[in-house]
């Protein structure tokens, strides 16, 4: 079956209809491709017809390109994929410029066909490059619709034409949050940015199209870049306002990425060199420019992790199979704090029954009350509307009630983090909940396995690890204890793809997956500043390595009382094994002395009365002085990446991961472990187990046992083995 359907109607306008097969939403591939090209030749050979409407027979127009095309371009090649993705990238282009000249005369621009894309819905990535080919793009007055090419967010950029194209048609500046931002907006605002020409109302989508291909003249379809005279809007980088606009562009992207993402240069380049060529040149230009990108680790590390995994544990690649489908119907949310105020939140706005329950009705409407104030703020924003917030509101409960919980197929339990609580509050609810309802504990610390033998029926009992704000964050950990059954695992995955969030599933160990990575981070900044590193130091090498906060800005962002309360706790658990007391010595001297981080507007950094950071706090200098000899840059940049990497080949090695693509994924997500590694897994990798292995003998002899190589990655490395080599699970079930 076609990808793409060709039909001719009385009037001479040929229909070019994209619909592919089993998907719900289109996607590219070379034979799609190939069938789009075939197409254009025959209306451009036939003499009745008199133009073109590209379009779509789903509701949206395209998602993009399928990346694993991409992968097989690199494949084809053998020995040489850097020509391979040349050639296949540069066909692409051919083949749309062949839509944009649409066979007019080269001399005098004249004897064009009429080309026009018909947009019903979303269109991204190459359902925008597509169009931007055409001569005219008029989108349907959809308000769901997203337009934009947010590339820059996996690690690639616009490749097929769109960084060319946009930055000539809207010049650099004006395309910048296009292509370095990755912005997508509504049909209504594309328009009002330049990015589209008209946008009509649904049902005259098609009429309004089939309207400008028979009224177009030959001055409508000449692209403003084939016309003499052309002038890149803003100025070109040899024009004074141009070289201005490019020169601040540079420092933006060194500002923003701190160099480690290679993608967001590679563009600049593409458009800074592209805009001094003639258009035809700077396709070719912006091709081996994407090329360079495709050809660094960083892209396929962010393409596998941030697109094709992502995507996979969203469509539930570790879903219990023998399950049948657990969607949730009615949710109880006991505690109406930040946590479960942020849960009722996202589970009405995912059209489920809410209760949410305090122990005080004043408490519970203030609960409820958070999600008011939210959809308040979309309303004023137009990112809602008054009867999504009616809906929203309607469908929740506030009360002291549990009797209220009756008939819920979820209970979600975000109360104090203290066992005794958390125990007692499982039995009461169980007391009233049917037997078939699935309780999870929404923890960060605590054990499930020791939560869930206050539980009946710990089979059904199950961890669901939120992050704040739940309304942002993207990631959720589901945690099984060791009695946790598959039926509990499915209920939470479907749970999490109902609120449209990223999950991971690992098993129960202290302090699970994420908090197990992300407290060594933490405590490793804390560590240097006791031994007199410069805290700028440390905070600048976090930033360096493309992390979005330092640790000592994380503690204070998280909250030092509360990093008290896990020493505290950790301590008194491991006893004699504790190994962070030289951490302990910083924290509570911090929280002695009041500075429990932004909450207080004091903490390692120090605040304005509105919040706002103003700088490092001067006060860590006469405590811990600043060592006479600072360590190298690159040793410092060492210790911060290793303290998290080697806890989760540690939490692989010891069965807490099962599938190192949630591994790499859920540290992105979950705190922004260096997205252009891929993650800590696929840095490992990038690296090379060897290299790897010296470093962590390095820092072991320096700073200590906690720096001690893993089994695992020592074996790797004996063995010139990588991570994905030997865990891909993709692979596997391939």
């Known amino acids: 079956m076609a990808d793409f359907n060709y039909s001719v109607d009385a009037d001479g306008v040929a229909t070019i209809c994209w619909d592919v097969p089993g998907k719900s939403m289109n996607v590219l591939s070379m034979e799609g491709m190939q069938e789009l090209d075939a197409h254009v030749d025959t ?43 040349f050639d296949g990238i540069m066909s692409m282009h051919h083949g749309l410029r062949k839509i944009e000249r649409a066979g007019m005369d080269p001399k005098t621009n ?15 990535g190459i359902g925008l490059e597509i169009p931007l080919a055409c001569h005219r793009i008029i989108a349907a007055d959809n308000p769901k619709a997203k337009i934009g090419l947010p590339e820059i967010l996996v690690g690639i950029f616009p490749g097929a034409g769109g960084t060319t194209r946009l930055a000539r048609k809207m010049g650099a500046m004006a395309a910048a949050p296009f292509l370095l931002e990755g912005k997508t ?41 084939d016309a003499k005279g052309y002038k890149m809007p803003g100025g070109a980088p040899y024009h004074p306002a141009g070289f201005q606009t490019f020169v601040g562009a540079a420092a933006m992207i060194h500002g923003k990425t701190n160099g480690v993402y290679p993608a967001a240069k590679a563009l600049l380049a593409a458009v800074y060199e592209g805009a001094m060529v003639p258009f035809d040149d700077a396709l070719r230009v912006e091709c081996r420019w994407f090329v360079n990108v495709l050809m660094n ?12 995994n992502k995507q996979a544990l969203e469509k539930g690649a570790v879903r219990p199979k023998d399950v049948d489908d657990q969607s949730v119907k009615k949710v109880g949310v006991l505690g109406a704090g930040m946590m479960g105020a942020g849960i009722a939140l996202v589970s009405a706005m995912a059209g489920m029954e809410v209760v949410l329950i305090d122990q005080t009705q004043e408490a519970a409407d203030r609960g409820k009350a958070y999600s008011e104030g939210y959809l308040d703020k979309g309303i004023a924003r137009k990112k809602a509307t008054p009867e999504k917030k009616e809906a929203v509101l309607s ?5 002291t009630d549990l009797e209220a919980l009756k008939g819920a197929d979820l209970i979600i339990e975000a109360v104090f983090e203290d ?17 078939d309802c699935i309780y999870a504990t929404n923890t960060s610390t605590l054990p499930i396995t020791e939560l869930a033998k206050a539980s009946e029926r710990p089979d059904q009992f199950i961890g669901i690890h939120f992050f704040s704000p739940v309304e942002r964050m993207m990631l959720v950990e589901i945690i099984k204890g060791k009695e946790t059954g598959g039926r509990a695992v499915a209920k939470a995955l479907d749970y999490v793809r109902q609120i449209r969030k990223t999950p991971i599933v690992v098993n129960d160990a202290r302090f699970f997956y994420c908090n197990r990575c992300i407290i060594p981070y933490i405590n490793e900044g804390m560590r240097m500043v006791g031994e007199g590193v410069s805290p700028a130091l440390v905070e600048g090498a ?51 002395e009041g500075r429990l981080g932004r909450k207080s507007n004091a903490g390692f950094y120090n605040y304005d009365e509105k919040g706002k950071r103003t700088g490092l706090w001067e006060g860590l200098g006469d405590k811990f002085p600043l060592a006479d000899d600072q360590p190298d840059l690159t040793e410092v940049k060492h210790r911060l990446m290793m303290s998290q990497v080697l806890e989760a080949v540690r939490a692989l090695e010891e069965g807490v991961l099962e599938d ?40 072991t002899d320096a700073h200590g046992a906690r720096f001690t190589t893993p089994a695992l990655l020592r074996d790797l490395a004996d063995k010139g083995d990588t991570f994905y080599g030997r865990f891909d699970s993709a692979q596997d079930a391939a």
């Open 419 to 435: 066992v005794g609580v958390k125990a007692e509050m499982t039995k009461k609810v169980e007391a009233v909940v049917g037997p």
């Open 542 to 592: 976090a930033k360096l390595l493309g992390f979005p906060v330092g640790p000592l800005q994380l503690v204070d962002e998280t909250s030092i009382d509360l990093g008290v309360k896990i020493a505290k706790a950790t301590k008194a658990a491991m006893g004699d094994d504790y190994p962070d007391a030289a951490v302990d010595d910083i924290i509570f001297w911090m929280a002695d």
């Open 297 to 308: 680790p960083s892209s396929s590390a962010m393409i596998r992790s941030l697109f094709i």
């Open 110 to 124: 004249k004897g064009g066909k009429p080309i026009v894309a018909a947009l019903p819905g979303i269109a991204m």
């Open 395 to 399: 469908a929740i409960t506030a009360t």
């Open 660 to 699: 190192i693509r949630e591994g790499d994924v859920g540290a992105i997500l979950a705190w922004g472990f260096a997205p252009w590694s891929g993650g800590p897994f696929s840095w490992l990798d990038m690296i090379g187990a060897g290299k790897a292995v010296e470093i962590c003998d390095s820092l």
């Open 43 to 85: 209306a451009l050979a036939d003499d009745a017809v008199k133009g073109v409407i590209i379009t779509s027979g789903k509701k949206d127009f395209a998602g993009g390109m399928d990346l694993n095309v991409i992968a097989k371009m690199k494949e084809s090649a053998g020995d040489n994929p850097a020509q391979g993705l």
């Open 185 to 225: 907006v509504a049909p209504a605002k594309a328009k009002a940015a330049g990015l589209i020409d008209d946008v009509v109302p649904a049902d005259e989508l098609q009429a309004r199209a089939k309207e400008w291909v028979l009224n177009a003249t030959d001055a409508d379809i000449v692209k403003p870049w």
